[in-house]
């Protein structure tokens, strides 16, 4: 019997764990052995090595699935020993060297620019952070349109903000270089420009699939997400 790889689920900014909780259920259904961490969601190197420690303590192979800000963690944990594969959702697909910021500036602002909302974080010993949320009157039609509009509002509210100093870091590695990869397109995302998206895909060679989703793919089109992973699976069981 293949033995199939146990799949790691890394949301992204602005969301949490829970971003999951439509496709979780279906994947358990399937077999797999499923984890979903929580993202500090600090810095890129640190939620790296954080998400690199929670793979190296799986046993045997892992799929690592990486939502948004998500994709560009798992394009450096991916580096990994036992990731056997990557999935990009609506994803930045780093290179070595490039920052968030780099990629992004690269194509038009997408409408996520003008709802951007900046807070102070305590630092022991130093400056303060900034912590970066979005306008919670804008987060629906920015980042959720297309998801039940009383489970927008509650993730509106509820969000794990990205530390601004991650979107300046540069990726230490990219996983696409060695692994088998996989990337979804959210061709209708005003959180990411999708051009972002085919374009970190296209250099990484990977295997393209597109939905015309908003940013949050995965609870607004959970069934696209649940086959993509499916179809990783499959090619990277052993």
Known sequence: MPTAPTVVLVHGAFADAASFAA???????????????AVPNRSLVGDAAYVASV????????????????????????????????????????????SLAELQGRFPDSDLAQALVYRPYPVEGGDDGTDVYVDV?????????????????VLAVSQRPLAGAAFGEPASA?????????????????????????FGYSR??????EVE??????????????????????????
Do not use: C
């Open 213 to 238: 989703s908003s940013h949050l793919v995965m609870l607004a089109h959970p069934e696209a997400v649940v086959e993509l992973v499916r179809e990783a699976v499959r090619a990277t069981s052993a």
């Open 137 to 153: 009157a804008k987060f629906p039609a920015v980042f959720a349109e297309g998801v039940d509009p009383g489970l927008a509002r």
């Open 23 to 37: 496709v979780v259920p279906t994947l358990l259904d399937d077999g797999l052995s499923v984890v979903v961490p």
């Open 174 to 198: 990219a996983a696409w270089r060695t692994k088998p990869s996989w990337g979804l397109v959210s061709a209708a995302d005003h959180t990411i420009n999708p051009e972002v998206e085919r």
């Open 55 to 98: 793979v190296r303590q799986i046993e045997g192979p892992v799929l690592l699935v990486g939502h948004s800000y998500g994709g560009a963690v798992i394009t450096v944990a991916g580096v990994e020993e036992n990731v056997v594969g990557l999935v990009y959702l609506a994803g930045y697909a780093l290179t070595e060297g490039e």
């Open 204 to 209: 990484a060679g990977m295997t393209v699939r």
